[in-house]
């Protein structure tokens, strides 16, 4: 079974930060940079939601929910994305994935995201 591992997840504060990082141990396919990546996450009792993409030439697209908090971004010699988040909200709440585009592989355990006071 091949998946991503995502990590970074933390309980915080509203307006805090945390940075997530998406890396696969085991890598099929084309190289890692022909591909785009993407940011899911989950809330309590919702739909997993797309939220977050970085083709494969860089180029970034956000929900309009998170465009001025989150930033994306990928170091192709590690096979790894991240996700930069600042300003936290408590709606941010959520067991965050990520995949690759196109051919994703099955979706692992996720990290947690709890923002509360």
């Known amino acids: 079974q091949v998946q991503f591992v995502e990590s970074g997840g933390a309980l915080v504060q509203p307006g805090g930060s945390l940075r997530l990082s998406c890396t696969a141990p085991?890598?099929?396919?084309?190289?890692?940079?022909?591909?785009?990546m993407d940011w899911y996450r989950q809330a309590p009792g919702k739909e997993r939601e797309l939220f977050a993409r970085i083709s494969n030439g860089d180029i970034t697209n956000y929900l309009e929910a998170v465009k001025s908090g989150f930033t994306i971004s990928r170091d192709n010699t590690k096979n790894t994305m991240y996700l930069q988040m600042n300003s936290l909200k408590l709606e941010d709440t959520a067991v965050y994935y990520c995949?690759?585009?196109?051919?994703?592989?099955?979706w692992g355990q996720g990290t947690q995201v709890t923002v509360s006071s």
């Open positions: 995949d690759r585009f196109p051919a994703p592989y099955d």
């Open positions: 085991v890598w099929t396919g084309n190289p890692y940079s022909s591909y785009s």
